[in-house]
């Protein structure tokens, strides 16, 4: 066991393992959400609303890959985060 710091968290840079149950969460959160945006995007283009020039259906998307780039993360993010290589971040041994 290392010893805690003041903070309470432990010494280091050991980055927490999510649970199970929090990575399910999140998969069902993902999965909840696609389904409930393409029955929303198909009520609006059923109803007349999707015009191509209106972008109505795109933009949201478009807005939210944005903010992901722009958006910077929080420091406690950081800790632990050497790399975005696709070595680290699709998992591929080198």
């Given at each position: ?33 696609g ?11 059923y ?26 993360l ?21």
């Open positions: 066991d290392k010893a805690a710091t003041p903070s309470g968290k432990p010494e280091g840079n050991e980055i927490n393992e999510p649970s199970q149950a929090y990575i399910l969460m999140h998969a069902a959160l993902f999965l909840a959400t389904i409930c945006s393409t029955i929303c995007n198909q009520m609006v283009f109803h007349g609303a999707s015009q191509p020039k209106s972008m109505l259906l795109s933009f949201p998307t478009y807005i939210g890959m944005i903010l992901v780039v722009l958006l910077p929080p420091k406690s993010a950081h800790k632990g985060v050497h790399s975005t290589s696709s070595q680290t971040v699709f998992g591929v041994a080198s």
